[in-house]
């Protein structure tokens, strides 16, 4: 994924910032950066944007029923989504830039921020369009504590039936958009050093 350079929360936040004002549709989205920030070990700026961890990478909103459930199939992959009715493959996104957090354990990244300009990059390359060379991707490396308690209660976010198009075997992943619901009950379990509360 390209050299590894040290970020701190602040330079993530105007990254983020500055995306925010650079939104056609004039969103500001800075408050979900605030969510994550108890359970982040560490920030990180990848040099350069590889195909690779675009192949990789999941989309935010992991919940069943959302409009990236739908356009993704319920896989919830950049690889596997299609564009939104407002996204244009013949251009480049703007701002280059895309925020994700990282599973310490299984090194798979979720977007934060940036899913509509990931699967537009992820769309152009395979048009033939290189990756443009000051695309930023930053990544938080998640606590392992927090990374094991969302996995252990991501069927709170499960449907109660599969949906048809998905196989049988899907499972779905930790949404870290919905942890703003359980954000509270996990950052006591954190403080009190990953005990299992009974």
């Known amino acids: 994924m390209g050299v590894e350079q040290t970020m701190g929360f602040n330079e993530v936040r105007e990254v983020w910032r500055k995306a925010d004002e650079g ?13 994550f920030k108890c359970f982040v070990q560490r920030w990180q700026q990848q040099e350069a944007l590889t195909e690779d961890a675009l192949y990789e990478m999941r989309l935010i909103g992991g919940e069943p029923g959302t409009m990236w459930a739908r356009l993704s199939s319920g896989t919830f ?59 930023l991707l930053c990544v938080g490396v998640l606590d392992p504590r927090f990374a094991a308690a969302a996995a252990a209660v991501s069927s709170v976010w499960a449907p109660d039936r599969p949906p ?35």
């Open 164 to 198: 048809a198009r998905m196989p049988l075997r899907w499972r779905v992943a930790a949404s870290y958009l919905a942890a703003r619901r359980v954000a509270k009950r996990l950052y006591v379990l954190l403080r009190k050093g990953g005990r299992a509360v009974s």
């Open 77 to 135: 992959r950049v690889r596997n989504c299609e564009l939104p009715e407002e996204a244009d493959p013949d251009t480049e996104p703007s701002p280059l830039t895309l925020v994700c957090v990282q599973d310490p354990a299984t090194k798979r990244l979720v977007l934060v921020d940036g899913n509509k300009r990931a699967v537009v990059l992820w769309k152009r390359r395979q048009g033939g369009h290189p990756l443009p060379a000051d695309a």
């Open 23 to 35: 939104r056609s549709d004039g969103r500001g989205t800075l408050g979900i950066l605030g969510w």
